[in-house]
């Protein structure tokens, strides 16, 4: 009888974060169990207490680099993966957490903590492809649970994902949504974050945050201009850049623009 064919290993990994990217993955129960009996799940602390020595064909890394030694862990991580994706703002951008890289992190720990003189951290909160090479990125605050299957499916079928790069503006018109930055004239990042979460705020008539980062090629200073036009002022230009995707390029320079 021939030996059954070995599953590719599957590790998710936990840096600087909120877990919420890692808990997409248990949300998709209707592919939870086709994804896991396609692969074998070698190290995801969330939902397993599985810990196998070895390398792994596929690794999804949750959360940014703030510590030293998390900045020696993603190498060694990264050096046992075949194929590194990194999931959720906090990987792919520093997460909110990156605020402090336009303060000095001292005065944060010294504000939260009782004794911050116990706290080791970096002075920065930088993205993982920072640190190391990363085969894909999937964006949002949370991800999106079709986008994360999409991803898997791809990677264990040797192809690359297919993920949209557009704006959220592209979702709202195929949703038939009314405009919210036309019609009441309430600020929207729409135009220049990245698609992914189905224009949610949008469709109930909310202006959007931003949580997928930025779009290929995002024009924010034409951005910054119309919510200027509605009476953005210079002070909430800046704050509006620096929520969940603020050490992004393209949010951190325009935000360095304004305040
Ligand atoms: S990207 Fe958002 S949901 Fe995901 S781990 Fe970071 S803070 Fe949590
Ligand atoms: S509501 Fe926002 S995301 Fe939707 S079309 Fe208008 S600007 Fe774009």
């Known amino acids: 009888m021939p030996a059954p064919a070995l599953k590719p290993r599957l590790a998710v990994w936990k840096f600087a974060s909120c877990d919420g990217c890692q808990l997409t993955l248990l949300d998709c129960e209707d592919e939870l169990l086709a994804i ?4 074998e799940i070698a190290y995801f602390r969330e939902a397993t207490d599985a810990d196998l020595e070895g390398n792994f064909d596929l690794s999804l890394v949750e959360g940014s680099i703030t510590t030293a030694h998390d900045a020696a862990r993603i190498r060694d991580v990264r050096q046992r993966s075949r194929k590194l994706v990194t999931i959720g703002a906090c990987a792919t951008a520093g997460g909110i957490q990156a605020l402090r890289n336009f303060a000095d992190v001292r005065e944060y720990a010294a504000v939260v903590y009782a004794h911050p003189d116990y706290i080791r951290t970096l002075a920065t909160s ?25 991803v898997i499916s791809a990677f264990l079928a040797g192809r690359k994902p297919v993920t949209p790069t557009h704006s959220v503006c592209l979702e709202c018109k195929r949703k038939g949504n009314v405009c919210v930055m036309v019609a009441p004239g309430t600020p929207c990042l729409g135009p220049v974050t990245h698609t992914g979460c189905g224009a949610l705020c949008p469709s109930y008539n909310r202006g959007c945050y931003g949580c997928y980062g930025p779009k290929e090629t995002p024009n924010t200073p034409s951005l910054s201009r119309w919510l200027a036009g509605l009476g953005v002022d210079e002070r ?17 320079e325009e935000s360095e623009r304004h305040g």
């Open 236 to 252: 909430d230009l800046q704050r509006v850049y620096r929520t969940f995707n603020t050490y992004a390029d393209a949010f951190r």
């Open 36 to 39: 896991a009996g396609a692969v």
């Open 126 to 150: 930088t993205a993982i492809a920072s640190h190391v090479t990363v085969d894909w990125e999937l964006r949002g605050c949370p991800i999106d649970k079709h986008q994360l299957v999409e």
